[in-house]
């Protein structure tokens, strides 16, 4: 199973990007998709989940601002972020709880990451 995040590059405060995230290979089913990131010297901090029924979950900072998303016939994730800021920045995982085949446990998977700057 391999995860492939693209999107990200540099913007101006106050702008907008949009990040996807697919999965590929064997998949069975996937519980969860979750983009996560992590700025310079700090830890790695959940910005939004959205779990197989469609429900989501932000982070505080990101409230109104970003919007998660889900392709399930393309196993893809987006991450939409409006009104940017300087403290966006970071590089941005994503991340999915899935299973590879029916019996199997589940497992997490992540991608590789993409660099979002936010500024001037």
């Known amino acids: 199973v391999q995860l492939q995040a693209c999107g990200g590059g540099l913007v101006q405060p106050g702008g907008s990007l949009r990040l996807s995230c697919a999965a590929s290979?064997?998949?069975?089913?996937?519980?969860?998709m979750v983009w996560y990131r992590q700025a310079p010297g700090k830890q790695r901090e959940l910005v939004a989940k959205?779990?197989?029924?469609?429900?989501?979950i932000y982070a505080d900072s990101v409230k109104g601002r970003f919007t998660i998303s889900r392709d399930n016939a393309k196993n893809t994730v987006y991450l939409q972020m409006n009104s940017l800021k300087p403290e966006d920045t970071a590089v941005y995982y994503c991340?999915?709880?899935?299973?590879?085949?029916?019996?199997?446990?589940?497992?997490?998977?992540w991608g590789q990451g993409t660099q979002v700057t936010v500024s001037s």
């Open positions: 290979g064997s998949i069975f089913s996937i519980n969860r």
């Open positions: 991340n999915a709880y899935l299973k590879v085949a029916y019996g199997t446990t589940w497992s997490h998977y």
């Open positions: 959205i779990i197989s029924g469609g429900s989501t």
